[in-house]
C-alpha cells in the first residue's frame, strides 16, 4: 500500500500538546486499524520532544487494550522548543529515518499540526492529524477530540456552584478554558441556563455587563451564573469580577475557576466513538493517498483538511449558536 508512490509499511503516531480526554481511544483505533493491514506501528513518546530524543516504542494490539476508557494519554505528552528549531526538527527528522518511518499520524492541536506543516514541508514526510483538542477550535472538524468530556465536566461543575449559587443568592462567575476559543465557555452557559456567556469572539464590556445587571436586577431577575472563556477580552474571571464589584453593589459576588479539572477524566461516549472513528480513517487515509491533512468530522462523515488550511482558518461560534445563548438567557 503507497502513498505519493511510496509504499507505507511503519507508521509512527504521537499525542502532542495539551492533553484531551479520548487520546487514548484515537491511539487504540490507530494501532488496531494499522494491525488490520499489517503494518508496523510505533508510538512516540513526549510528543515531538519524544521524537528528537528518539524515544519510541513497537506498539501492537495488546499494547492498546484497556486503555479506552482513561483520560489523558499514555504516550504523555510534552510542548518542544526545541522542535522550533532547525537543527530540532533535523534530529527529529533522523530519528524516524532510524526506524524507517514511512509516515506519521499526529493527535493533537494547532500547535501540534503547525509543527506537522513545517516539519512536512522541510523533509517530506508524510503526516496526517487527527484533531484532540478540548477548545474544538480547529477548522474542517465540527468536533474535535475531548470537547464533549470537556464541555459535560465544565457544566456538572457549574450545575453544583449554581446550587450554592441559588441558595445564597449569590452571583458566581465561572472560569473555564478556552484562550483563543469561546466554545467551551459559550455551549457551558447554555447547557447551565447561565445569565451569559463572556468570549473571546464577542466583547462584552464591563459598562454592558453592569448594565444588563441592573435591568435584570430591576425585574427582580436575578444572574446566578456568568460563564467567562480564560481569553475574553475584557479579563478572566476574577478580573471581571472585581471591575463589576467596583461598578454596582447589588450583589454577593463569588468566583470558581474550573480549571484543568476539563482535561481530565473518563471520555465521553461521543469523545470515544469520535476518536475511533478518526483514528480508523487517519490509518485508511494514509494508504489511501492523503498527506498532510486533517482528518475530520462534517455534517456526519469523515472529512480531510489540509494542515495549512486547518490551523491558519479560525473556526468560529456561529451566529445560531449566539442568538440561542441570548434569547434563552432572557
Not at 510528543?47 to 528528537?52: K, V
Request: aromatic share 6%; proline share 2%; glycine share 10%.
Amino acid at each position: 500500500m503507497q502513498v505519493n508512490g511510496k509504499e507505507i509499511k511503519r507508521i509512527a503516531v504521537f499525542t502532542s500538546g495539551g492533553d484531551a480526554p479520548g487520546m487514548n481511544a484515537a491511539l487504540r483505533a490507530v494501532v488496531r486499524t494499522a494491525s488490520y493491514y499489517d503494518l508496523h506501528v510505533y508510538g512516540i513518546m513526549r510528543g515531538y520532544e519524544g521524537m528528537i530524543d528518539g524515544d519510541f516504542v513497537l506498539m501492537e494490539k495488546r499494547d492498546v487494550g484497556n486503555i479506552m476508557h482513561r483520560g489523558g494519554t499514555i504516550l504523555k505528552t510534552a510542548r518542544s522548543e526545541r522542535f522550533r528549531t532547525k537543527e530540532g526538527r533535523q534530529s527529529a527528522y533522523e530519528s524516524l529515518l532510524a526506524y524507517n518511518i514511512d509516515a506519521c499520524i499526529a493527535i493533537g492541536g494547532n500547535g501540534t499540526f503547525t509543527g506537522a506543516h513545517v516539519f512536512s514541508s522541510e523533509f517530506g514526510v508524510p503526516f496526517i492529524g487527527i484533531p484532540g483538542t478540548i477548545d474544538n477550535d480547529l477548522y474542517g472538524t465540527d468536533l474535535t477530540i475531548g470537547f464533549d468530556t470537556a464541555v459535560n465536566t465544565a457544566i456538572e461543575a457549574a450545575d453544583k456552584i449554581r446550587d450554592t449559587a441559588e441558595s445564597h443568592n449569590r452571583l458566581f462567575f465561572i472560569e473555564v478554558m478556552g484562550r483563543n476559543s469561546g466554545l467551551i465557555a459559550l455551549n457551558t452557559a447554555i447547557g447551565v441556563g447561565a445569565g451569559l456567556a463572556l468570549i473571546p469572539e464577542k466583547e462584552t464590556s464591563i459598562d454592558e455587563l453592569v448594565q444588563l445587571l441592573k435591568i435584570t436586577a430591576k425585574r427582580k431577575k436575578l444572574f446566578n451564573l456568568i460563564v467567562v472563556a480564560e481569553g475574553n477580552k475584557t479579563g478572566n474571571a476574577q478580573q471581571v469580577a472585581q471591575q463589576v464589584r467596583e461598578r454596582i453593589d447589588l450583589f454577593d459576588i463569588r468566583v470558581t475557576v474550573i480549571g484543568h479539572m476539563q482535561r481530565g477524566g473518563s471520555p465521553t461516549f461521543q469523545d470515544r466513538v469520535l476518536a475511533s472513528r478518526l483514528g480508523q480513517a487517519a490509518v485508511e487515509g494514509l494508504l489511501q493517498g492523503q498527506r498532510n491533512v486533517m482528518v475530520g468530522w462534517v455534517d456526519n462523515k469523515i472529512s480531510f483538511t489540509p494542515l495549512k488550511e486547518a490551523i491558519s482558518t479560525h473556526k468560529k461560534p456561529g451566529e445560531q449558536l449566539l442568538r440561542i445563548a441570548e434569547m434563552l438567557a432572557i
